[in-house]
C-alpha cells in the first residue's frame, strides 16, 4: 500500500528557507506512471498546488510561486523534497504532499491526486 | 486564465439533493476531479474523468460538464457528505495544475 509522510520543520522565520521532505513508502518514486507533487492550505483557506516532480526530476511548478520554489527528487532515499525561499507570514500554512496522476480519458485530460500524506503544518514566524 | 471558481457554501436537508459547481477556462479542455475534505483530514477523491468514483465512493456522488463548468451532484446527501468540497483540473497547455476555491456543504 502506497503511503506519503512529509517531515520537516514546523516553524520557520521570516526571510529564511522552508524545507519539507516527503518519503514514498509501498512503490518506487521511479514508477514511470506517476509524478510527485506539493500542494498546501493556509488554516481556514482552500487548496494551492506547489508543483510536481518526475523522477527524473522533470517539474512544473506554480508560476505564482515559480521563482522561490525547488522541488527535487531523491531516488536513492525515495523521497522528493520542497524548499521555498525568502518565507513570509502567507506562507504559513498545512504542507501536503500528494501523488498526481495524469490521464488522458475517452473525451480528454485530466490530473488527480489519488494519494495523500498526513500532511505538517508549517508556521512562519519569528 | 488558470483559475477554478466554486460557491462558497450550499446547504441541503438530509436525504436531499445538492449540486455544486465549479467553472473556469481550463475545463474545456480538461477534466475536473473533485475531493472531499473533511475537517483535519486530508482530501480525497470522489469523483474524476468522465464520471468515474473512485472504489468506496458512493454511488449517491455524481459529476458532470459542460463547456467551461463541471458539476458535482450529491443525491440524498448524507450526514457524514457534510464537508468542503474542491475541484480541480489541470491546464492542457502546460499540465500545470489549479484547484477552486472549494464549497462547504452543509447538511440540515
Known amino acids: 500500500q502506497l503511503r506519503l509522510q512529509e517531515s520537516g520543520p514546523g516553524l520557520v522565520k521570516p526571510s529564511e528557507t522552508l524545507s519539507l521532505t516527503c518519503t514514498v513508502s509501498?512503490?518506487?518514486?521511479?514508477?514511470?506512471?506517476?509524478?510527485w507533487g506539493w500542494i498546501r492550505q493556509p488554516p481556514g483557506k482552500g487548496l494551492e498546488w506547489i508543483g510536481n516532480i518526475y523522477y527524473s526530476g522533470f517539474t512544473y511548478y506554480n508560476s505564482s510561486l515559480k521563482s522561490r520554489i525547488t522541488i527535487s527528487v531523491d531516488t536513492s532515499k525515495n523521497q522528493f523534497s520542497l524548499n521555498l525561499s525568502s518565507v513570509t507570514a502567507a506562507d504559513t500554512a498545512l504542507y501536503y504532499c500528494?501523488?498526481?496522476?495524469?490521464?488522458?480519458?475517452?473525451?480528454?485530460?485530466?490530473?488527480?491526486?489519488?494519494?495523500w500524506g498526513q500532511g505538517t503544518m508549517v508556521t512562519v514566524s519569528s | 486564465s488558470s483559475e477554478l471558481t466554486q460557491g462558497p457554501a450550499v446547504s441541503v436537508a438530509l436525504g436531499q439533493t445538492v449540486k455544486m459547481t465549479c467553472q473556469g477556462d481550463s475545463l474545456r479542455s480538461s477534466y475536473a476531479t473533485w475531493y472531499q475534505q473533511k475537517p483535519g483530514q486530508a482530501p480525497v477523491v470522489v469523483m474524476y474523468?468522465?464520471?468515474k468514483r473512485p472504489s468506496g465512493i458512493p454511488d449517491r456522488f455524481s459529476g458532470s460538464s459542460s463547456g467551461n463548468t463541471a458539476s458535482l451532484t450529491i443525491s440524498g446527501a448524507q450526514a457524514e457528505d457534510e464537508a468542503d468540497y474542491y475541484c480541480?483540473?489541470?491546464?492542457?497547455?502546460?499540465?500545470?495544475?489549479?484547484f477552486g476555491g472549494g464549497t462547504k456543504v452543509t447538511i440540515l
Open positions: 509501498g512503490d518506487s518514486i521511479r514508477s514511470t506512471s506517476y509524478y
Open positions: 480541480n483540473s489541470r491546464d492542457s497547455s502546460n499540465d500545470h495544475v489549479v
Open positions: 500528494a501523488r498526481p496522476s495524469y490521464y488522458y480519458d475517452s473525451s480528454g485530460p485530466g490530473v488527480v491526486f489519488d494519494i
Open positions: 474523468g468522465k464520471n
